[in-house]
């Protein structure tokens, strides 16, 4: 339809987040700040074991605190009409619902409270005094004996080959056999989970913060046993997703099941400390990389393990070593995953899932074999550049990845990098160091559907349910909207964030702008086109006879695309026609032809420069340079955000997040934001990102890949390396610590 | 929560009368608050202290001495022009802690008695001999980044986290206090107990016993040219000390005249290392000279889990901020904490 529309108005403006104001002033109403009337509000109560069961729970005494309404155990909890380990959708996993009293780990749900007060609720929780029959919990890496996953669903990775892998190893005339460890990571958005859960008969409300609006209302409709319909979940802002909000937890269930009970509305939100258990999180890794290269520094064998915790009952195995596919071209390739169960709650895609731990481990073993070989770490990546995608040989549907290197390069001013560490200090004596890593991230598209409608006034209303968690959806989705009705950004209304509107799809896999904006341009392209075609058949209109091919929408009006003087506007096309709305559907999602035939990624190149205290060891990343080309930018303000944000938070990665079990209890020790570190502004300084051209015809009709998760790829990698070249001690675990680096002294 | 009373009196006498045990004092919240949102602390009665007349001034006494009221917020003493000039490791010290919110909110009082960082401590459904004598205590085989090397006993192994204790114990300060016994003051070498068998037993404060202010002598500004705090840590900022030091040293004619060393995150208080000092003095000072200093300040120190590596991070770090203080206090006031990444440190 590209001839009925002029597209890049409104898209490629760094258009300012047009929730920005409601935000920052307090105007935007987040879930938690609902308050239908009659509220209660519910606290539930965190196992403090790991394993086991529990005893006793003094519900006498919680029930006889002030303002004390209702109690919810085992004992008394209704049944959950679809069960919490029934799969409705891809991405369920089993949740705790108080079916029974076993604890699987810490911080599960044991009991809700609920109170006419948060505080009544709060300490009605802590007179529970809950009793446990505890037992030893399993943790860590070596918790369990391993076992292999088998690629049958989502966090269920399998064994990946392409060619003769021993035979790769056999013909490496260098080799580097090293392993890195990650540890367990908690998303924690800035709002932790909350709900509102109002019934009205069997029809339930849910204001709750959601990356997945309409495929989540028939989940929970499923598991509390009604018809999809029934469930209306709304969700126009949320604080923060990264990942954990897709997945439906046992917390929020309770609430939606509380307030059935009660017949009252029930609000939960989470403590922070809550959020360190029943909402997912990344699971640890330890990762074997095995990589031989020939005479030519050609790889000839990229063998990637890894094992990665999942819990007791349920099985999300990070996809650790699947980041060595469709990257590196190599002689032979291998990919295999275990799982170790332990202890914890179930893991789950948590901000570039997999893809983060593996291209940690990959980027640093890549820059362990480049020192091996003697050769400049970019240069051995240029070395293995793939042209066609490893092991499949199939075509990119466009890669940049070699101005990537070029443009990050030549901004960082990597030229010159001496290839032995500790070489380089800066005026005051500090070590410093340069490190780089690729990034990748697949380009998928999920499947959605929007409506747009050309109002008699010559305004547009355009409809999706997307989740805005802060990425800036709101303001890419609506220019891409506005530009596929011809109209400026300020002449539509564009409503989103509620499962009454047409499904988005999922906000997750960085692949929303794709999915819904493709769904939003096919739905204005098809309004456009009923408009044409009314104008066109019409004997009155000075585009009578032009043909649908002939006409350009821009600006509230249509032009003959060869002569446009030819012209007229939207809403006198609209009256003449006798005033009704035209509207347009769009329903997009990629072909399975479609991605057969074309390998689809981002890709970037990180580069970073560390400083490094040559006694006391404090690091500092001081540069952080990424280029990345990732398809079509809509917003450059809001893309570059985004990768600022996976930069940063490869940063935080690379540095300090790390949750800590204490091996007795199973509890994380360091559950709020004093312990779980993530880096404030002081660890942030240079920090630059280029957007490298690229015209993607294959990957959508758009042509736009994500940039939502890529940033962290590439980053950990690239800062491990410079810590490695400023000090000359390889650390193999992350976070990297001082006291990593005074043991390598 | 559990319910607790409130009240506010609007005098010292008004407040030490209305203590009775389970009460607690509240200065800016910003420890006892958090505590009792995790259960730790569950106070029947919170004597909010805030509106007491007369400790929010930083003044000089007669003698010379600077007397800091107990309500003087952290960030107010640390940005106070003539405190910072006259005592810039404290500013730094100060400056160094917590966040800027926190330390707008912050009392002076309330950091000399913030409680241990120590996560079983927080956790109430650890056991903790401090909170709870005789429940044994969770930290031993467990996380032990943030515990102690010096002066620990089987008992407990936790450390004081506070920044600003550890240059006051540098400068001799002294805590003035008042209790239904009446007023006295109280070395603040003396303030902080070691755990030994009683954990529980935190400070030399009677029951009811209130801070008014705290002291420095007279002669504690005769170091202002060369003293530095240097803080060690993961996190660039808003982060407690791994260990941290305090370092003053007056000198004459190219030797040290005076010096003063005392280290954090070791011990459950502010460790001051006398023998170290005095191999100091009458020395020229250099980059040997403080590397013995710092193995003298380190003698005794035992991993108290698996924390060893703290011992061998402390050394360099007493060393260098005995280096940063021979070297001279920086111009720039109000001071920005020492840092290894230089002046461009912000906080
Ligand atoms: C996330 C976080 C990070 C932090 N990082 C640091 C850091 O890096 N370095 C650092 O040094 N500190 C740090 N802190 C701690 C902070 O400095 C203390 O919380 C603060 O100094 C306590 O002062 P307050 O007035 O808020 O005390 P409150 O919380 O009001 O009181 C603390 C204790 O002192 C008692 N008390 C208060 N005043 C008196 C008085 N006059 N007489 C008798 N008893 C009294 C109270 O009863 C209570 O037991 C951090 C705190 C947080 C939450
Ligand atoms: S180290 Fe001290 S504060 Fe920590 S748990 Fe043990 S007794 Fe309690």
Same mark, same amino acid.
């Given at each position: 339809m590209s001839e009925t529309l002029r597209f890049g108005s409104s898209s490629g403006q760094p258009t300012t987040r047009r929730d920005g104001i409601a935000k920052v002033t307090g105007a935007a109403t987040f879930a938690a700040d609902n308050h239908p009337d009659g509220l209660l509000y519910a606290v539930y109560v965190p196992a403090t074991i790991a394993r086991g069961t529990v005893t006793h729970l003094d519900v006498t005494a919680a029930k006889a605190h002030p303002g004390v309404v209702e109690v919810l155990t085992p004992d008394n909890c209704p049944p959950l009409p679809g069960g919490p380990d029934t799969k409705p959708f891809r991405f369920s996993f089993s949740f705790e619902a108080l079916q029974d009293n076993t604890v699987r780990y810490a911080n599960q749900p044991i009991a809700l409270v609920l109170g006419e007060t948060f505080e009544a609720a709060t300490e009605g929780a802590k007179l529970l005094n809950p009793q446990y029959n505890a037992l030893q919990p399993r943790l860590g890496l070596d918790g369990t004996t391993p076992f292999p996953t088998n690629g049958d669903g989502f966090g269920k990775p399998g064994t990946t080959v392409h060619g003769d892998p021993d035979a790769g190893h056999a013909a490496a005339l260098q080799a580097v056999d090293v392993t890195y460890e990650t540890p367990a990571q908690y998303h924690n958005a800035m709002e932790t989970h909350a709900i509102v859960a109002d019934w009205d008969g069997d029809h339930v409300t849910l204001d709750l913060p959601n990356q997945a609006i309409v495929m989540s209302c028939a989940a929970y409709a499923h598991h509390l046993g009604i018809p999809a319909e029934n469930v209306t979940i709304r969700s126009p802002y949320l604080g923060g997703g990264f990942g954990s909000k897709v997945i439906i937890n046992g917390p929020q269930m309770l609430a939606i099941m509380a307030a059935r009970m009660t017949g009252r509305p029930v609000k939960l939100m989470l403590r922070r400390d809550q959020m360190f258990g029943p909402t997912g999180h990344r699971g640890a890794t330890r990762q074997r990389l095995r990589i031989g290269i020939g005479a030519d520094h050609r790889m000839t064998v990229l063998d990637h393990d890894s094992r990665a915790t999942t819990s007791s009952f349920e099985t999300f195995v990070e996809s650790a070593a699947n980041a060595s596919q469709g990257?590196?071209?190599?002689?032979?390739?291998?990919?295999?995953?275990?799982?170790?169960?332990?202890?914890?709650?179930?893991?789950?895609?948590?901000?570039?899932?997999?893809?983060?731990?593996?291209?940690?481990?990959?980027?640093?073993?890549?820059?362990?074999?480049?020192?091996?070989?003697?050769?400049?770490?970019?240069?051995?990546?240029?070395?293995?550049?793939?042209?066609?995608?490893?092991?499949?040989?199939?075509?990119?549907?466009?890669?940049?990845?070699?101005?990537?290197?070029?443009?990050?390069?030549e901004r960082f001013g990597w030229a010159g990098r001496p290839l032995a560490p500790r070489q380089m200090k800066d005026a005051d004596g500090l070590l410093v160091g340069w490190g780089m890593g690729t990034a990748l991230f697949a380009a998928p598209m999920f499947a959605a559907q929007a409506r747009a409608v050309l109002r008699p006034d010559g305004t547009g209303l355009v409809e999706t349910a997307a989740s805005d968690m802060g990425q800036g959806a709101w303001t890419a989705l609506a220019q891409i909207a506005a530009d596929s009705l011809g109209l400026p950004l300020d002449r539509i209304e564009f409503r989103s964030g509620s499962s009454d509107l047409p499904d988005a799809g999922v906000a997750g896999g960085s692949a929303h702008t794709a999915s819904a904006g493709g769904a939003l341009h096919a739905a204005g392209t098809d309004a456009i086109r009923h408009l044409a075609d009314i104008a066109t058949k019409d004997p009155a209109s000075p585009l009578f006879g032009t043909g649908n091919a002939g006409v350009i929408a821009r600006a509230g009006r249509l032009h003959a695309s060869d002569d446009d003087s030819r012209s007229e506007s939207f809403a006198d096309i609209i009256a003449r026609a006798g005033g009704a709305e035209v509207e347009g559907k769009g329903n997009v999602s990629r072909s399975p032809e479609a991605a057969e035939a074309h390998a689809m990624y981002s890709h970037g190149a990180v580069f970073a420069e560390v400083k490094v205290d040559p006694d006391l060891f404090q690091m500092r990343v001081t540069r952080l340079v990424g280029a990345f080309a990732a398809g079509r930018i809509i917003n450059p303000r809001l893309a570059e955000s985004q990768l600022m944000g996976g930069m940063i938070w490869g940063t935080s990665f690379a540095l300090h997040e790390e949750a800590k079990f204490d091996a007795r209890s199973g509890r994380i020790m360091n559950a709020d934001f004093a312990g779980y570190h993530i880096p404030v502004n002081a660890d942030v300084q240079g920090l630059e990102v280029i957007t490298v051209h690229e015209d993607d015809p294959y990957v959508n009709a758009l042509g736009i890949k994500g940039v939502g998760e890529i940033g962290i790829t590439g980053t950990v990698g690239a800062i491990g390396n410079a810590i490695w070249h400023a000090t000359g001690t390889r650390v193999r675990r992350f976070p990297i610590r001082i006291q990593d680096l005074l043991a390598g002294s | 929560m559990n319910l607790f009373d409130y009240i506010r009196p609007t005098s010292v006498s008004d407040a030490i009368a209305a203590w009775q045990p389970g009460a607690a004092y509240l200065g800016g919240g910003t420890n006892l608050v958090d505590l009792m949102k995790t259960g730790a602390l569950r106070p029947g009665t919170v004597i909010d202290i805030t509106r007491l007349p007369g400790v929010d001034r930083i003044e000089t006494l007669p003698n010379g001495s600077t007397r800091i009221g107990t309500l003087v917020r952290n960030s107010d003493l640390a940005h106070d022009p003539d405190f910072a000039m006259a005592f810039p490791m404290v500013a730094e010290a100060l400056a160094s802690g917590a966040s800027g919110q926190l330390r707008n909110a912050a009392t002076l009082g309330g950091n000399l008695l913030q409680r241990t960082r120590c996560a079983y401590f927080q956790d109430p459904h650890s056991a903790c001999n401090r909170r709870f004598p005789g429940a044994g205590c969770d930290a031993r085989n467990g996380d032990s980044d943030n515990h102690a090397i010096l002066g620990w006993s089987d008992a407990c192994t936790a450390t004081n986290?506070?920044?600003?204790?550890?240059? =006051?114990?540098?400068?001799? &300060?002294? !805590?003035?206090?008042? /209790?239904?016994?009446?007023?006295? @003051?109280?070395a603040l070498a003396d303030f902080h107990h070691l755990p030994g068998a009683a954990p529980h037993q935190e400070t030399a404060l009677e029951p009811g016993e209130l801070i008014l202010a705290i002291r420095l002598p007279a002669n504690a500004t005769a170091s202002r040219h060369n003293s530095r705090y240097l803080k060690v840590r993961e996190r660039t900022s808003f982060a407690f000390a791994l260990v941290s030091a305090a370092a003053a040293l007056q000198l004459e004619n190219g030797r040290i005249s005076a010096a003063c060393l005392a280290l954090g995150g070791v011990a459950a208080k502010p460790w001051r290392v006398p023998a170290a000092e005095k191999l100091m003095l009458g020395q020229i000072p250099g980059a040997? =000279?403080?590397?013995?200093? &710092?193995? !003298?300040?380190?003698? /005794?120190?035992?991993?108290?889990? @698996?924390?060893?590596?703290?011992?061998?991070?402390?050394?360099?770090?007493?060393?260098?901020?005995?280096?940063?203080?021979?070297?001279?206090?920086?111009?720039?006031?109000?001071?920005?904490?020492?840092?290894v990444f230089g002046e461009s440190a912000h906080v």
């Open positions: 990257l590196y071209a190599s002689g032979a390739l291998r990919s295999t995953h275990q799982g170790v169960r332990i202890d914890s709650g179930t893991p789950g895609p948590m901000r570039a899932p997999g893809e983060a731990t593996g291209s940690a481990a990959l980027e640093c073993a890549m820059d362990e074999m480049a020192f091996e070989a003697g050769i400049d770490p970019l240069e051995f990546r240029l070395k293995n550049y793939a042209e066609r995608e490893p092991g499949t040989d199939k075509p990119y549907s466009s890669k940049a990845l070699r101005q990537c290197y070029a443009q990050g390069a | 986290p506070s920044d600003l204790c550890v240059p =006051l114990m540098a400068l001799d &300060a002294v !805590v003035e206090t008042q /209790g239904p016994q009446g007023k006295r @003051d109280i040997d =000279l403080f590397r013995r200093a &710092a193995e !003298v300040a380190l003698e /005794g120190a035992v991993p108290s889990g @698996d924390n060893g590596f703290k011992i061998d991070l402390a050394r360099r770090t007493a060393a260098r901020a005995l280096a940063l203080a021979a070297a001279g206090t920086p111009a720039q006031m109000p001071a920005l904490p020492a840092s």
